[in-house]
């Protein structure tokens, strides 16, 4: 994804906690070191162990996936065997996982989410889903343009070759990728329709222009992206001067028009985690408006606060150090101060402003306003945790009920006047010993409790609790009491902002407006697009835009008046491009539209999408706000674009660090894959760690999958003949393929790859045991070999296509085949093996038939020597049977 393109700082970083990755059953859990290797053999499950064994006898020389690999993926290709087309006669499946920014090579970020997620879309194909599992690149982007800048090669002619070069790489996955809906947002089919959604959102107001800061060096005089400014100090990266914030006229979306609607889930099957992200991205929350004014009565100053029945206890007023009204409030005497202020602020960031942590600082503007409610005389202050991008950039500060105006206050020695009090306090003073007060009874910390109302005129003794807006009956009087007064009224306010998508940059879709002194600004003509980026640019070294420095790109005429006009010279955010890239999938080259509304009408929503949840408080909503913008502007269905949503972790250096170039880190597919195969990397991937928690990577276990692709290689070519078998092996051998198919199955459907793995390699030994024993030739034997590699088809393709087709002799493709259907009368256990507990302590294990009764399991358990000698000669109190978990004896 596009969010993922930021530069890596080559500093040192604390080292994150590393992890022990268990035997593949188990969840991993986190601990502070990690030996060299995984697991140690002698540790993991005697099943994984006999997986990962294999003799002289086992090692085949005709086993060499680099030929049969590419044999296969160059079939698949020329069939066109995962092309996906309607066809109404099939339920369809759309899987989506994220395209990756052509950075010029995969790396295993690309491979952790990419295989497990194609391992499930063929497996929704083997269960009879029509499904479309497509692949592009989100091509836009900072990178492309800083080599640009560096090296002079034009940021097309880069990106295409890095294209090419992943493209390969990825086709060498073996994924079943629909290639022939390719979709490239950097190519002018496609931002072709980036501009025209622009001005859909355009004409339904949910696009404007407004003054915002950004990030800007006086001395490259460009503006900066935030992966651009480097250091606690806020550097320029090119040139090392300090960052400033500077005003420019920028374009948004109203995405907090959405916010309400964006906050519910109910149609989704989404993670927990990424719902209460978004949730707490948004922040919506509940209270009033309110209108102070200055002193002098000439401006009014709304405020938003979340508790208007503390309005009586505030004593001071703080503005963003931005605030307009902050140089006309200022008296003379405090001028200097507060433009030392300003400075200071403009230099850090908003997280660096809004931190908890961050010691509280400001300065007195030597203005004062008035409190509505009491016609008290309050000072007003700046000070940076306040920005202009929340709210309305002033709030109004209550020292004794909010814990950072406390110490604000106590830092500046401003009055504290307590407002809400616990029922049960007496007034004050109070003496020493209340907990949170003084010796002479003034308040010690912000009380932010339930109680009554005090100091409040008429409210006073009205009761508050800690409920949110109207669930709380003192917050509930007040606003009733404001909007009867006309000084405030009932309001809702989000932490959400609107979506700044203005990027002074060449390397991004053109926002198609045109700025007339005459009719201002007005959309290209629709007929006109695309608006085409130029090829003939100048790159300087200061980083500057080279389309605002073109010297005719930008001149054009007013699509009004004809006259001359000047284009916008800024280009969209690269979120904009993937807002809907899953659309463009569905007809990459239609140029009637964005995408074909039959298409669309079959293949939409979005069944499955799959990627990192970093992605969850950008893109994941950005994509919703598109949806639904664009549904109400009546180009899509629905209210959500995806339905399931499912995440996974991220693949650690062996260190335990994040992989990077700077720290020697990286490992690279390409290596692995020449080195044992696509299919062995691939299960790999999928077995080393839980997927939705990832792992760090390390280079022996890789040994064990591999030593599993040649045993499974063995099995099936080595020439066993027909021997004697019993019945109880055949009937053992069909039990362990079914158990196995049931829990392949449900693992598939939830996500857990490493124990489809696990599973797989368990019942590949129990078949060299039943071959051992004579089963080569059975029914049973014949079965298992269909199932089993039916099973790993999904997870190794090419291994799984050519022993089914060129050893087994089945028809091509065993990627058309059905996905088996377990039995569950075949399944069950002959026996079963229970626990026997003494007075809550297991002393025993006891097996019995599987459809043992309860007198028959009472029976066994006494009669077992060891549990006897426990006895020792007493007869239970009790003897409880939880059928199927344990037995229980109370002595």
Same mark, same amino acid.
């Given at each position: ?169 990825? +086709? @060498?996955? %073996? $994924? ?5 809906? /390719?979709?490239? &947002?950097?190519?002018? *089919? ?93 922040? +919506? @929350?509940? %209270? $009033? ?5 200055? /002193?002098?009565? &000439?401006?009014?100053? *709304? ?589």
């Amino acid at each position: 994804m596009a969010a993922a393109k930021k530069k890596t700082e080559t500093k040192k970083k604390t080292a994150a906690p590393k992890a022990i990755i268990p035997a593949p059953q188990s969840p991993i859990a986190p601990v502070t070191e990690m030996p060299k290797a995984v697991v140690p053999v002698e540790k993991k499950p005697k099943a994984i162990q006999a997986a990962a064994q294999t003799g002289k006898n086992e090692k085949d020389k005709s086993f060499n996936p680099q030929v049969f690999e590419k044999k296969w993926q160059e079939k698949w290709e020329a069939d066109k065997l995962y092309r996906a087309v309607i066809d109404h006669s099939k339920p369809k499946f759309y899987a989506l996982t994220m395209l990756p920014y052509p950075s010029g090579d995969l790396h295993m970020g690309h491979w952790f989410p990419m295989t497990p997620s194609d391992a499930r879309a063929r497996f929704m194909r083997m269960k009879g889903y029509n499904v479309l599992f497509p692949m592009g690149f989100d091509a836009f982007g900072l990178p492309a343009e800083n080599a640009a800048i560096k090296s002079g090669i034009h940021p097309m002619v880069r990106t295409r070759d890095n294209i090419v070069r992943m493209r390969a790489q990825l +086709r @060498s996955m %073996g $994924a079943m990728f629909d290639w022939d809906r /390719e979709a490239v &947002s950097c190519e002018p *089919e496609y931002y072709k329709w980036t501009e025209w959604f622009f001005i859909q959102l355009y004409k339904m107001g949910l696009a404007y222009r407004k003054m915002s800061p950004v990030d800007f060096c006086p001395n490259c005089n460009t503006t900066l992206a935030r992966e651009q400014v480097w250091g606690d100090d806020r550097h320029c990266e090119r040139c090392g001067t300090p960052v400033i914030k500077k005003d420019l006229d920028q374009w948004f979306f109203k995405t907090t028009q959405y916010a309400d609607e964006l906050l519910r889930f109910d149609e989704l099957d989404w993670p927990e985690r990424v719902k209460t992200l978004q949730t707490n991205w948004i922040d +919506r @929350s509940e %209270g $009033a408006s309110v209108i102070f004014k200055t /002193e002098t009565g &000439s401006h009014d100053v *709304e405020i938003f606060t979340t508790r208007p029945d503390t309005l009586w206890g505030a004593t001071f007023m703080v503005f963003s150090p931005e605030h307009p009204l902050v140089d006309e409030i200022t008296t003379p005497e405090n001028k200097a101060a507060v433009e030392e202020y300003k400075a200071q602020a403009a230099r850090q960031s908003d997280i660096q402003r809004g931190a908890v942590d961050k010691e509280k600082t400001g300065v007195y503007t030597g203005g004062f306003a008035i409190n509505p409610v009491n016609q008290a005389r309050i000072p007003i202050w700046i000070a940076d945790y306040v920005l202009m991008s929340y709210g309305t950039g002033a709030i109004m500060a209550v020292p004794a009920h909010d814990e950072r105006d406390f110490a604000f206050a106590k830092k500046y020695d401003l009055p504290i006047v307590e407002v809400i009090r616990p029922e049960a306090s007496p007034p004050s003073p109070l003496p020493m010993g209340e907990g949170r007060r003084g010796e002479g009874g003034e308040l010690q910390e912000a009380y932010i409790g339930a109680g009554v109302m005090v100091n409040s005129g008429q409210f006073n003794d009205t009761k508050v609790n800690t409920e949110k807006g109207r669930k709380n009956p003192g917050i509930s009087a007040v606003i009733d009491w404001l909007e009867q007064k006309g000084i405030g009224k009932e309001s809702v306010n989000y932490r959400y902002r609107d979506w700044l998508i203005s990027r002074q940059r060449y390397w991004g879709a053109p926002i198609p407006m045109i700025h007339c002194e005459v009719h201002g600004w007005n959309p290209v003509p629709e007929d006109q697009l695309p608006v085409l980026l130029p090829e003939d640019v100048e790159w300087k070294p200061t980083g500057e835009s080279p389309l605002k420095l073109h010297p005719t790109w930008k001149n054009t005429t007013c699509p009004v008046c004809g006259e001359p006009a000047t284009r916008e010279t800024d280009t969209m955010d690269t979120f904009m491009c993937s807002s809907w890239y899953h659309l463009r999938y569905l007809s990459p080259h239609y140029d009637k539209g964005p995408f074909d509304p039959a298409e669309y009408d079959y293949w939409m929503p979005v069944d499955t999408y799959t990627g990192g949840i970093e992605h969850a408080t950008m893109h994941l909503l950005y994509t919703r706000f598109f949806h639904k913008a664009m549904r109400d502007a009546g180009v899509v269905k629905g209210n959500e674009p995806m339905m399931q949503l499912r995440n996974q972790g991220m693949v650690l250096g062996e260190d335990g660090e994040k992989m990077s170039k700077s720290r020697g880190n990286v490992i690279a597919p390409d290596v692995l894959v020449k080195k044992y195969g696509a299919d062995t990397v691939r299960a790999y991937m999928m077995f080393f760690a839980r997927w939705e928690m990832g792992a760090p990577w390390d280079s022996q276990g890789i040994e064990g999958t591999a030593r599993w692709m040649r045993r499974t290689w063995t099995l099936f070519t080595d020439q066993t003949p027909p021997g004697s078998v019993s019945d109880q092996t055949k009937r053992t051998l069909r039990r362990r393929v079914h158990q196995t198919l049931r829990k392949v199955t449900h693992d598939f459907e939830n996500f857990e790859f490493n124990t489809i793995i696990s599973s797989l390699m368990e019942l590949m030994n129990e078949m060299y045991k039943a071959r051992d024993a004579g089963a080569a030739g059975a029914p049973e034997w014949s079965e298992a070999q269909d199932y089993y590699l039916r099973m790993l088809a999904p997870v190794a393709p090419h291994i799984a296509e050519e022993l089914w087709t060129n050893h087994l002799g089945k028809p091509y493709s065993i990627h058309q085949q059905q996905w088996p259907q377990f039995d569950e009368t075949a399944a069950k256990e002959d026996v079963i093996e229970l626990p026997v507990q003494i007075n809550g302590k297991v002393r025993d294990r006891i097996t019995v038939p599987a459809e043992a009764g309860e007198d028959e399991i009472k029976s066994a358990a006494l009669a077992s020597e060891i549990v006897q000698k426990y006895l020792e000669g007493r007869e239970p109190k009790k003897v409880i049977v939880a059928k199927g978990r344990l037995v229980s004896l109370v002595v």
